[in-house]
């Protein structure tokens, strides 16, 4: 059997309580993980030694081990830190000199069984306890945390494996509210370097019925994020089962991650994928890449006479058939592009927005440091942390680069010097309006009314490049300010992320017209359909609603014809003309997208 794909790699993450429960046999373990790779191809098993409180006993551990290693499969330790399994995880208290030596004498016993070591993404701190509000003083919980969780990868788990394995490499695993971390202690400017390699937490699970309320983009943006702190040092990427009620949702998030290049994917975890069903309830829409692949495809080979699923029915199946179908074309891929968007460390304001940004066909890179070479870069509130950021944007805008900011970030810089570039401010008004105006007399209309924030500025000074109509008032969506070499624009963000979902597509393409200027494709689309591009000039688009949509791909003249690069199909493109000076730049190629479905295609010079 072919035990590997060929662009990436799987691994599947056993947990301690099913460690704990084989006891001295673990001949049921043995069958029941070669039947699951029947359906999914796993190179690689996580086995955790700890979480809630329970650790196997160490000959389970090296009975497992063992097996795994006999059969050419890849091994590694894991480590929860928990106390409690339930819904509100209870941490370890890192000011408790109990806790402090039980976790060493974990790492010490997982480091002397297996020569890497991952941290599951609970090794952070929320213990208010007597001890650790002593201990924190007068600093506040978000710098005392930081300095308590460093001290404590340092002196609790890096020390210790170290010493006892000098072979080991251990990686940290970050979860998917990268925007809170520092208020728990995860510390993504001085952890990382100090670790082997880190980990992502790529699961969004379901946007509206969880409530962390993640966009599906984030599957791909948070590796990004995280692989640009640590370049090469991101091992792959996490995915679980929960909380997806379609295997639409759940095939997404394993597809983003590879789009991100993750060369790993996690399946979280033994006991779910092996046990978890499909439903017939579940059937949806799933298109895979939206032509030949359908959710009978999976289903499948797993029918019984009756028609009805038989017991490998399981989730593993639907991973090894969404990996089955990105193992096509991932090692034809690039390395990823997109709007380059600067997040400081430690940094709050406008949270997740960009994942919504993601959501309306603009691909983001997000990045820790604040990328100079970048010809248009993107700045949301959370950009106020750098102390220095109105003389870095000045200086991108006298070097000729634009600059967008949005509405939290003009409303936090306007009295703290903004006005040297643009006198504009963003009012305590708000305005509702379903009408949006783009140059003198073209009006489109959103699905539905929007909250948005009133900006005040000085007429003729700047312009509204799209106006919010609210009857015979406006404010505007997208505005411009001339500076030095360049232009200052300014995105007005509603106060409901989702209504940038409402946005007419006509209003949709203005704004990505700006934002992405430079970029060798663009789409003409409603929102929550995605753009993936790559540096050698292939580009994946993805559609997460859930009915069929057409779209056009709008591609720089220099490329005259774009290819479907899994069915090879050449379409027919036809030359755009600019509607403000009638001059032909770009091709525009219509595409039709499938339900939760996504085609790849190469821009070509044929």
Same mark, same amino acid.
């Given at each position: !059997?072919?035990?590997?794909?060929?662009?990436?790699?799987?691994?599947?993450?056993?947990?301690?309580?099913?460690?704990?429960?084989?006891? @001295?046999?673990?001949?049921?373990?043995?069958?029941?993980?070669?039947?699951?790779?029947?359906?999914?191809?796993?190179?690689?098993?996580? =086995?955790?030694?700890?979480?809630?409180? *329970?650790?196997?006993?160490?000959?389970?551990?090296?009975?497992?081990?063992? $097996?795994?290693?006999?059969?050419?499969?890849?091994?590694?330790?894991?480590?929860? =830190?928990?106390?409690?399994?339930?819904?509100?995880?209870?941490? $370890?208290?890192?000011?408790?000199?109990?806790?402090?030596?039980?976790?060493?004498?974990? %790492?010490?016993?997982?480091?002397?069984?297996?020569?890497? #070591?991952?941290?599951?993404?609970?090794?952070?701190?929320?213990?208010?306890?007597?001890?650790?509000?002593?201990?924190?003083? +007068?600093?506040?919980?978000?710098?005392?945390?930081?300095?308590? !969780?460093?001290?404590?990868?340092?002196?609790?788990?890096?020390?210790?494996?170290?010493?006892?394995?000098?072979?080991?490499?251990? %990686?940290?695993?970050?979860?998917?509210?990268?925007?809170?971390?520092?208020?728990?202690?995860?510390?993504?400017?001085?952890?990382?370097?100090?670790?082997?390699?880190?980990?992502?937490?790529?699961?969004?699970?379901?946007?509206?019925?969880?409530?962390?309320?993640?966009?599906? $983009?984030?599957?791909?943006?948070?590796?990004?994020?995280?692989?640009?702190?640590?370049?090469?040092?991101?091992?792959?990427?996490? #995915?679980?089962?929960?909380?997806?009620?379609?295997?639409?949702? $759940?095939?997404?998030?394993?597809?983003?991650?590879?789009?991100?290049?993750?060369?790993?994917?996690?399946?979280? +975890?033994?006991?779910?994928?092996?046990?978890?069903?499909?439903?017939?309830?579940?059937?949806?829409?799933?298109?895979?890449?939206?032509?030949?692949?359908?959710?009978?495809?999976?289903?499948?080979?797993?029918?019984?006479?009756?028609?009805?699923? @038989?017991?490998?029915?399981?989730?593993?199946?639907?991973?090894?058939?969404?990996?089955?179908?990105?193992?096509?074309?991932?090692?034809?891929?690039?390395?990823?592009?997109? =709007?380059?968007?600067?997040?400081?460390?430690?940094?709050?304001?406008?949270?997740?927005?960009?994942?919504?940004?993601?959501?309306?066909?603009?691909?983001?890179?997000?990045?820790?440091?604040?990328?100079?070479?970048?010809?248009? &870069? /993107?700045?949301?509130?959370?950009?106020?942390?750098?102390?220095?950021?109105?003389?870095?944007?000045?200086?991108?805008?006298?070097?000729?680069?634009?600059?967008?900011?949005?509405?939290?970030?003009?409303?936090?810089?306007?009295?703290?010097?903004?006005? +040297?570039? *643009?006198? &504009?401010?963003?009012?305590?008004?708000?305005?509702?309006?379903?009408?949006?105006?783009?140059?003198?007399?073209?009006?489109?209309?959103?699905?539905?009314?929007?909250?948005?924030?009133?900006?005040?500025?000085?007429?003729?000074?700047?312009?509204?490049?799209?106006?919010?109509?609210?009857?015979?008032?406006?404010?505007?969506?997208?505005?411009?300010?001339?500076?030095?070499?360049?232009?200052?624009? *300014?995105?007005?963000?509603?106060?409901?992320?989702? +209504? /940038?979902?409402?946005?007419?597509?006509?209003?949709?393409?203005?704004?990505?017209?700006?934002?992405?200027?430079?970029?060798?494709?663009?789409?003409?689309?409603?929102?929550?359909?995605?753009?993936?591009?790559?540096?050698?000039?292939?580009?994946? =688009?993805? @559609?997460?609603?859930?009915?069929?949509?057409?779209?056009?791909?709008?591609?720089?003249?220099?490329?005259?014809?774009?290819?479907?690069?899994? @069915?090879?199909? !050449?379409?027919?493109?036809?030359?755009?003309?600019?509607?403000?000076?009638?001059?032909?730049?770009?091709?525009?190629?219509?595409?039709?997208?499938?339900?939760?479905?996504?085609?790849?295609?190469?821009?070509?010079?044929?």
């Amino acid at each position: !059997m072919n035990n590997t794909y060929q662009n990436f790699q799987v691994a599947m993450y056993l947990r301690a309580s099913d460690v704990a429960a084989l006891g @001295s046999d673990i001949t049921p373990f043995k069958e029941h993980f070669e039947t699951l790779c029947h359906s999914v191809k796993i190179n690689k098993v996580y =086995v955790e030694t700890h979480r809630g409180l *329970v650790i196997p006993a160490e000959a389970t551990l090296v009975a497992v081990r063992d $097996y795994l290693v006999s059969r050419g499969t890849q091994v590694a330790g894991g480590i929860t =830190v928990t106390i409690a399994n339930a819904w509100h995880f209870n941490t $370890y208290c890192y000011s408790n000199p109990e806790y402090r030596q039980k976790l060493k004498d974990i %790492v010490i016993l997982t480091a002397r069984l297996f020569d890497e #070591v991952i941290f599951d993404d609970f090794f952070f701190t929320n213990c208010k306890c007597p001890l650790c509000i002593a201990a924190k003083g +007068d600093k506040s919980w978000t710098e005392f945390r930081l300095e308590q !969780m460093t001290q404590a990868s340092r002196e609790l788990v890096l020390a210790p494996a170290r010493a006892t394995n000098p072979k080991v490499k251990v %990686v940290i695993k970050y979860p998917n509210w990268y925007e809170h971390f520092q208020g728990l202690g995860f510390n993504l400017k001085d952890q990382p370097p100090l670790y082997d390699g880190i980990y992502t937490g790529t699961e969004t699970r379901d946007a509206t019925l969880n409530p962390q309320h993640l966009q599906p $983009y984030e599957s791909y943006l948070v590796y990004r994020y995280f692989e640009n702190i640590k370049p090469g040092g991101n091992r792959g990427g996490w #995915v679980d089962p929960f909380n997806s009620p379609t295997l639409d949702r $759940y095939a997404e998030q394993l597809w983003l991650t590879l789009f991100a290049k993750a060369p790993e994917v996690t399946l979280f +975890d033994y006991h779910s994928i092996d046990q978890m069903r499909i439903q017939e309830s579940q059937r949806g829409a799933w298109q895979g890449q939206g032509t030949s692949f359908s959710f009978d495809a999976v289903t499948a080979p797993v029918r019984q006479q009756d028609g009805s699923l @038989s017991s490998q029915a399981t989730i593993a199946l639907a991973a090894g058939a969404a990996f089955e179908i990105a193992d096509r074309f991932i090692g034809r891929l690039g390395n990823p592009l997109g =709007v380059k968007a600067y997040k400081p460390y430690h940094s709050t304001g406008e949270d997740f927005l960009h994942n919504f940004l993601g959501m309306l066909g603009i691909p983001i890179e997000l990045l820790p440091e604040f990328p100079t070479e970048a010809p248009v &870069m /993107l700045l949301t509130e959370c950009a106020k942390f750098d102390p220095d950021i109105l003389t870095k944007i000045k200086g991108q805008l006298m070097a000729g680069k634009a600059v967008v900011i949005t509405s939290g970030l003009l409303r936090a810089l306007q009295d703290k010097g903004l006005g +040297d570039i *643009v006198e &504009m401010e963003c009012t305590d008004r708000k305005q509702t309006g379903h009408e949006f105006l783009i140059g003198w007399n073209r009006v489109y209309s959103a699905s539905r009314p929007i909250l948005v924030p009133i900006l005040h500025y000085l007429t003729n000074d700047s312009w509204e490049e799209i106006t919010c109509l609210g009857g015979t008032t406006g404010t505007p969506l997208l505005h411009s300010a001339a500076y030095g070499y360049s232009k200052l624009y *300014v995105l007005t963000i509603p106060d409901n992320f989702d +209504d /940038l979902y409402a946005l007419p597509p006509e209003v949709l393409n203005r704004i990505r017209e700006v934002v992405m200027c430079g970029l060798f494709v663009r789409l003409e689309a409603p929102s929550q359909v995605a753009l993936f591009l790559y540096d050698n000039d292939t580009f994946i =688009v993805e @559609s997460f609603l859930d009915h069929s949509t057409d779209i056009r791909l709008v591609v720089d003249d220099f490329f005259p014809c774009v290819q479907d690069v899994l @069915s090879g199909e !050449m379409l027919a493109g036809k030359d755009l003309r600019d509607w403000r000076d009638q001059k032909t730049a770009k091709k525009g190629y219509a595409v039709t997208l499938k339900p939760h479905s996504f085609r790849v295609f190469k821009a070509g010079n044929q």
